[in-house]
C-alpha cells in the first residue's frame, strides 16, 4: 500500500461498509464497518453518515500514528558529522 492511494468507502451487499483501494472490488477491504440490528434501526438512513464519521477518525489516527513514528525514527537515527 502506498502513501500516494487513494480509498473509497463501499456498501457492500449485506448493509455493511468497507474502505478499500479505489476502483478495486476486493473481498480482501481495509476496514469493514457492520451495524448490529439495533444500531440500524436506530440510525436508520444515518448509517453511512456515521460509518464515514468513523472511517474518517480512524484515518487521522492512523495518520498521527505514522507521523509520531516518523519524528521518533528521525530522532533516534544519529546524525553523521563529516569533518
Known amino acids: 500500500m502506498s502513501t500516494g ?23 480482501e477491504h481495509l476496514v469493514k464497518i457492520s451495524f448490529g440490528a439495533d444500531a440500524k434501526a436506530f440510525l436508520a438512513d444515518k448509517d453511512v453518515d456515521v460509518a464515514h464519521a468513523m ?8 495518520g498521527n500514528m505514522r507521523e509520531e513514528a516518523k519524528l521518533k525514527s528521525s530522532l533516534e537515527t544519529p546524525s553523521k558529522t563529516i569533518h
Open 5 to 27: 492511494s487513494y480509498f473509497e468507502i463501499v456498501q457492500l451487499a449485506n448493509g455493511d461498509f468497507a474502505l478499500q483501494p479505489a476502483g478495486e472490488s476486493s473481498s
Open 55 to 62: 472511517i474518517k477518525a480512524a484515518i487521522k489516527v492512523v
